[in-house]
């Protein structure tokens, strides 16, 4: 292609990836680029010069969190002299030094540094400058910083309430990290099925991190949806729950059935269970009716829908793949990425074209979770030719923590001898875990009314712990919002 072609098509490349929310940032220096809008979630730029090298790449996250410790990876590639590697934080005018190195071989390794807090979000610049005698490279590329809002939960102790009963809640704000502060709540507003305001709270705080209050229920209190709502000043809280006249149960029923059933079969397999809510079996009969649905219309005879079942006859083996450009792609993974386990990343390659000669590549990948980057590597791949092309594949091992969840995304990228960039990045699913653990036990574990018991509550240093009891017929009448690993967004 030429210059003014890969001009243009740079241009319209990088206004398709501005309307996509960049994940990271690649800065890319003395290299010819080949993009694919399969890479549309990066920015690169390219550089002609001498084609002996350097090569420098600074790739970062393209939204950072104020204030937090941020970090930046850099790579620099054939330094055929000593180079001075400088990146700056620029912002108004104003420079700030992120990074000062001399280089005399190939380095690959992160900088951290203190993102600079904002209020709401500022657009600044990374700036890279690499000079030697004989080359001098300036590179800018924008990056965001964002404040985020904190996370505050209202949870009460019960879904459901009769009128007349006394409603338990409690308000706790944390960080981003999930670490409780103190907050001061200008309203806690108690409102009925009608919006009608029946409590109210002013100028309380969690001085204790946990904000607990409570509320007892006229006796004729109207039964509907009512709702809490807390006002940290600058945003609204809310959370919903019912008044109604209700009987616990005493027992609950649950019905296992498969969704699809052939009629050509005479059996069909069903599970029904019956306990009560403290976990003991419900004796009775269970009268079961499976129906087939049908459609009738006006003045014609019934019309059964019957279910259809297929069976599919010995599939074609896949055929090789053979890609037309150079490319790395990442295995995917079916499962999530289950916490404390070491899940092996895997790269392929596939090399086309380039030199007939065998020559080695760097194969370099970052991993980013949350907006930060949480782990950086490289490795250099001897590729040669064999009956499948020059093709193969890398593998590198992540220690899934609870930072990582609940998304990791991993960048993969190499600089070929044609001067081309190939790279490739995948997303996967993580487990949302966390760092505290907690454990709650009874002793003994199963008791009668008026027998004593033991609780025992463990958890790790600096967690802050919230105890609750109901009885758990409370919840077979309805389940509620009740706050789990699902409501909290990592």
């Known amino acids: 292609m030429s210059a003014e072609g890969l001009t243009v098509f740079k241009k319209a490349f990088e206004l398709y990836s501005f309307a996509l929310v960049m994940d990271f940032i690649m800065v890319v220096g003395r290299v010819h680029v080949r993009i694919r809008l399969l890479l549309a979630s990066f920015l690169f730029l390219s550089v002609y010069g001498q084609t002996s090298g350097p090569y420098f790449m600074v790739t970062f996250p393209a939204v950072i969190e104020s204030g937090s410790d941020a ?42 540094f203190e993102a600079p807090k904002v209020e709401g979000m500022s657009v600044q610049e990374i700036k890279v400058e690499v000079k030697g005698e004989s080359f001098k490279m300036t590179e800018k590329r924008k990056v965001m910083f964002k404040s985020y809002e904190t ?61 607990q209050l409570s509320h007892e229920l006229n006796a004729e209190a109207p039964q509907g949806g009512y709702q809490l709502i807390a006002d940290t000043g600058n945003r609204l809280i809310r959370h919903q729950f019912k008044v109604e006249k209700h009987v616990l149960p005493k027992f609950e029923v649950t019905l296992k059935a498969p969704e699809e059933h052939s009629v050509g079969e005479e059996k069909l397999k069903l599970e029904i269970c019956g306990k009560y809510t403290y976990g003991q079996p419900v004796p009775g009969q269970a009268v079961v009716q499976v129906c087939r649905k049908f459609r009738q219309r006006y003045h014609e005879a019934p019309i059964i829908s019957p279910c259809l079942s297929e069976t599919v006859e010995l599939l074609q083996p896949a055929t090789t793949y053979s890609p037309v450009f150079s490319e790395l792609s990442i295995e995917s993974s079916e499962e999530p990425f289950k916490c404390g386990a070491e899940i092996p990343i895997t790269i392929n390659y596939y090399i086309v074209g380039e030199t007939t000669e065998s020559y080695s590549i760097d194969l370099i990948y970052t991993v980013i979770s949350k907006g930060a980057i ?58 949302k875990c966390f760092r505290n653990k907690v454990s709650l036990q009874f002793s003994p574990s199963k008791a009668v ?34 706050l789990n690993s699902d409501k909290v967004k990592l």
Not at 76 to 104: A, C, D, F, G, W
Not at 165 to 191: A, G, H
Not at 463 to 482: A, K, M
């Open 374 to 431: 949480v782990h950086h590597g490289h490795e250099k791949v001897e590729v040669e030719d064999s009956a499948d092309g020059r093709k193969g594949k890398i593998s590198f091992k992540l220690s899934v923590i609870a930072e990582l969840a609940p998304v990791v995304q991993v960048l993969v990228y190499s600089v070929l001898p044609s001067e081309n960039v190939i790279a490739a990045n995948k997303n996967f699913n993580v487990e």
């Open 151 to 211: 996370l505050v939960f209202i949870q009460t102790d019960r879904p459901i309430y009769n009128p007349g009963q006394t409603v338990n809640f409690r308000i706790v704000s944390m960080d981003s990290n999930f670490i409780p502060f103190e907050q001061k709540y200008s309203t806690v507003s108690l409102q009925d099925n009608r919006q009608n305001r029946i409590g109210q709270w002013t100028n309380v705080s969690s001085r204790g991190l946990i904000l």
């Open 449 to 482: 009314p008026g027998e004593k018991n033991t609780l025992e509550l463990t958890a790790h240093p600096g967690s802050l712990c919230g105890l609750s009891v109901v009885d758990q017929s409370v919840f077979i009448l309805e389940s509620g919002e009740r």
């Open 71 to 112: 970090k930046f990876c850099v790579s620099l590639l054939k330094p055929n002299e000593t180079l001075q590697m400088n990146i700056y934080l620029v912002h108004n005018n104003q420079s700030r030094t992120l990074l000062q190195e001399t280089v005399e071989k190939e380095i690959h390794h992160c900088s951290h």
